[in-house]
């Protein structure tokens, strides 16, 4: 049994019922799952967490979907691994790497969609869809073929085949749209509206954005029951950033961790960073920007939770940054060859924005820190490809190995 | 008839000319402002639309040769 109780407002506070609903009526402020807490507070506890699934169904508790209708592809539970090789090349004392590129779409977008997935499944929804340019299409029609929902991706229509095929495989309906990113943006928030399918990120937004706090929980889970000190997010829309901060404070009012202070610092790429702007012009009024950066993934110029974020680094007395498609790679790199976790652009935007809230003293070195990296390196492989390794070409000799061995360049580092 | 609700963002000069008023002048659609932010140079208002479905295109191609940026409410939906 679900303790979701109603959608609530966060602007007005007005109460919903738990429907395929995401903008209130009267102030079109957006929606929230809200919960009887003290009904969560009665039940959970360390033990009852600790003896559930290694997925994050094991905070279903938490979560707004009941267990009959669960879509489950063991998504979450990642690991968070000690880096001290890349600590120590950034002068840090206790640095964690949450690593979501081992989900089952190889992003974190796998604990939003199960969430929607399951509480769409719960409203009698028959098809799952999105709009999207990579991750998120990509557990959308995972989902949904675990699940025997249709799916309906909608895409841009000049996307690399490459990123077409992470859905493909699993047999959506895809459709490609001719025109803009924003006629895709209209086109799709017009047919939520009128069409019986869960539009993950629109009509049911409110049940999907949930998911992301499940990435604090088991950080504070594998912690050992503590939070972090401080985290660092990449920031998209904003939603990760403003759930992961409520997952925390969530597991301190139910009394699972102690209630210490968690700084948190958002990482956006300079070519796509209206959060990031507004926060070192220190306004809430977010200026929405045509993105042109690397980090595709990152790449919304006009989010709907940013003012919500920028909300949550003046409450945590955190940050924010904007790094160059450069340091994106660099970051990809210095995670690769320190910690062995090839992560995509937006991992790359993380470690960057990691080092330049040291670098601003944004960011305590000296405490205990969280960077969050959200996908696998392989997604975007193309940023990359000319910045790696190359081959020493020799012939199957020992002579032709020696003499092209001695003469190869050592191994160079990226610096910093 | 149909309803749309959308966010209109002004930059620049675009903030000081009276677009939402023209709307209803112009075209056969009601304007319902729900939440708006203005400053001297730069504002957003989230309003309701009411009209014919092609009607309220027609208005909102005229406002976005305006200058003025028109998003969905809930911001960008299309994600990675």
Redesign the interface.
């Known amino acids: 049994m679900t303790y979701a109780t109603c959608l609530a407002c966060r602007e007005c506070g007005r109460e919903f019922p738990l429907e395929p609903l995401h903008v209130c009526d009267f102030c079109f402020g957006p929606l929230e799952v809200a919960y009887d807490h003290d009904g969560i507070q009665s039940k959970i506890s360390r033990e009852r967490i600790e003896s559930g699934p290694r997925s994050i169904w094991r905070y279903i508790d938490l979560l707004p979907a009941d267990e009959d209708f669960i879509v489950d592809l063991n998504v979450g539970w990642t690991p968070l691994i000690k880096a001290d090789r890349l600590a120590e090349r950034l002068g840090m004392r206790e640095l964690w790497i949450k690593n979501d590129t081992c989900n089952p779409s190889w992003s974190f977008k796998d604990r939003v969609v199960a969430v929607a997935a399951s509480r769409a499944r719960q409203m009698g929804f028959k098809t799952l869809a999105c709009a999207s340019t990579g991750n998120l299409a990509n557990s959308v029609s995972a989902h949904a073929a675990r699940a025997g929902m249709e799916a309906i991706v909608f895409i841009p229509h000049d996307l690399e085949a490459g990123k077409v095929l992470g859905s493909a495989i699993y047999n959506p309906t895809i459709v490609s749209v001719n025109g803009s990113y924003d006629d895709v943006n209209r086109l799709c928030s017009e047919l939520a509206d009128n069409r019986q399918w869960a539009f993950v990120n629109i009509n049911v937004r409110p049940y999907y954005a949930e998911g992301s706090r499940t990435l604090a929980y088991e950080v504070a889970e594998q912690l050992g029951w503590r939070a972090p000190r401080q985290v660092v997010a990449p920031m998209a829309s904003g939603s990760l950033f403003t759930k992961i901060h409520k997952g925390f404070q969530e597991f301190q009012r139910y009394g699972l961790i102690d209630e210490t202070p968690i700084r948190m610092i958002g990482a956006q790429a300079e070519g796509c960073s209206p959060i990031t702007t507004a926060w070192r012009n220190d306004t809430t009024n977010i200026r929405p920007v045509k993105p042109d950066t690397i980090a595709k993934s990152l790449a919304i110029g006009n989010p709907a939770d940013g003012y919500y974020a920028l909300k949550t680094m003046k409450r945590t007395d955190g940050g924010s940054t904007a790094v160059t498609d450069p340091e994106v790679v660099e970051g990809i790199r210095m995670l690769a060859e320190c910690e062995g976790v090839f992560a995509e652009t937006a991992g790359g935007v993380t470690i960057a924005g990691l080092r330049q809230a040291i670098e601003t003293e944004q960011l305590d070195p000296d405490e205990s820190t969280v960077a969050f990296i959200t996908g696998g390196g392989l997604k975007t492989a193309d940023a990359v490809v000319e910045h790696v390794t190359q081959p020493i070409p020799v012939e199957g000799t020992l002579q032709s190995f020696e003499d092209a061995f001695a003469e190869a360049p050592q191994a160079v580092g990226v610096g910093g | 008839m149909a309803t ?2 959308v966010r209109f ?1 002004f ?1 620049g000069d675009a903030v000081k000319e009276p677009v939402i008023y023209l709307v209803g002048h112009e075209f056969d659609v009601v304007t319902n402002i ?2 708006a ?1 203005v ?1 001297h140079d ?1 504002g ?1 208002v ?1 309003l ?1 639309l009411d009209g014919d479905h092609d009607e309220i295109d027609r208005a909102l191609s005229w406002v976005e040769a305006k200058g003025v ?12």
């Open positions: 749309r609700r963002t930059e729900r939440m932010d400053e730069f957003w989230v309701e940026r028109i998003d969905p409410v809930a911001g960008d939906v299309v994600e990675s």
